[in-house]
Nanobody, 124 residues
């Protein structure tokens, strides 16, 4: 059974930092790419960042480039999203997702496995 478990969300002031974690189980090593999506209240879910298995390829949403970094810890089977210089508009539920069919993609329909989400709230 495939499971993705997110953690690390919380309340932070604008300009602050958070690191989200996504720990995966049930997928063979070397077989999947991992992404972060987010959904703000009243808005559609949107792509944030994705990384392939090797970590050699990453893709970011334009609005978070230079502020967020996605990276993988193989020993912990965990993908992190380091978020710096947070803005109030970054407030959302952040979801981790994984897929085994494609490389680094930003289309949520490509992702088969999803976590439960973690809330990030940035106060002004």
């Amino acid at each position: 059974q495939v499971q993705l478990v997110e953690s690390g969300g919380g309340l932070v002031q604008a300009g602050g930092s958070l690191r989200l974690s996504c720990t995966t189980s049930g997928l063979p090593h070397g077989s999947y790419a991992t992404a972060w999506f987010r959904q703000a209240p009243g808005k559609e879910r949107e792509f944030v960042a994705a990384v392939n298995w090797s970590g050699g390829s990453a893709h970011y949403r334009e609005s978070i480039k230079g502020r967020f970094t996605i990276y993988r810890d193989y020993a912990r089977n965990t993908v992190y999203l380091q978020m710096n210089s947070l803005h109030p508009e970054d407030t959302a539920v952040y979801y981790c997702a994984a897929q085994t069919r494609s490389g680094v993609v930003d289309n949520e329909r490509e992702y088969d496995y999803w976590g439960q989400g973690t809330q990030v709230t940035v106060s002004s």
